[in-house]
């Protein structure tokens, strides 16, 4: 079965930093694309970032680009968000999704459930 | 960046009813479009890709069409448990998107 667990959040100041990790399970983790796309309270879904199965090609939405990094260990079937520069904006519900494999640019099939950034001071 | 418009932002229906729902790309991304059903408190569940093709274990009676820059999902007989949020996603450029989403509720 395929899971996908997300911890890290909590409350942070803005401009603060926090790093968000998601384990995941059930599957080749290594050979999978992988995705961060969040839900502001009561809002609409915004897609965050997207890293190919290697790591070597990562993409960001606007909103966050050169504040937030996505990595992941392949070897630990791990993946990562810092972020930093937090901005009360950013205060959201953040999944892990998976995208496809053989980086395929699949849009994401199974998510986790979320877990909870809240940029306040 | 292309932008995803979904219409309309909410929708009542009854259970048995058909209901369609759109979605406008800014440009075109050919069949590359997404289509998610969610409920109060879960994560968003993948119903269609491809703009057509019916994810697994989804029921039959979702349905999506469309390509190049206009989309629809169509629910053919209305359910109980179909009452979410449904929201279509662009995958064609590097920068995907999701549109503001549509809220089914009960008439």
């Known amino acids: 079965e395929v899971q996908l667990v997300e911890s890290g959040g909590g409350l942070v100041q803005p401009g603060g930093s926090l790093r968000l990790s998601c384990a995941a399970s059930?599957?080749?983790?290594?050979?999978?694309?992988m995705n961060w796309v969040r839900q502001a309270p009561g809002r609409g879904l915004e897609w965050v970032s997207y890293?190919?199965?290697?790591?070597?090609?990562?993409y960001y939405a606007d909103s966050v680009m050169g504040r937030f990094t996505f990595s992941r260990d392949n070897a630990k079937n791990s993946m990562f968000l810092e972020m930093s520069s937090l901005r009360v904006e950013d205060t959201a519900l953040y999944y892990c999704?998976?995208?496809?494999?053989?980086?395929?640019?699949?849009?994401?099939?199974?998510w986790g459930q979320g877990t909870l950034v809240t940029v306040s001071s | 960046d292309i932008q995803m418009t979904q219409s309309p932002s909410t929708l009542s229906a009854s259970v048995g009813d058909r209901v369609t729902i759109t979605c406008r790309a800014s440009?075109?991304?050919?069949?590359?479009l997404a289509w998610y059903q969610q409920k109060p408190g879960k994560a968003p569940k993948l119903l269609i890709y491809?703009?057509?093709s019916l994810q697994s274990g989804v029921p039959s009676r979702f349905s999506g069409s469309g390509s190049g820059t206009e989309f629809t999902l169509t629910i053919s007989s209305l359910q109980p448990d179909d009452f979410a949020t449904y929201y279509c996603q662009q995958y064609n450029s590097y920068q995907y998107a999701f549109g503001q989403g549509t809220k089914l509720e009960i008439k």
């Open positions: 890293i190919t199965s290697s790591g070597k090609t990562i």
């Open positions: 491809k703009a057509s």
């Open positions: 999704a998976r995208g496809g494999p053989n980086d395929d640019y699949d849009p994401p099939d199974y």
């Open positions: 440009q075109s991304i050919d069949s590359w």
């Open positions: 059930g599957f080749t983790f290594s050979t999978y694309e």
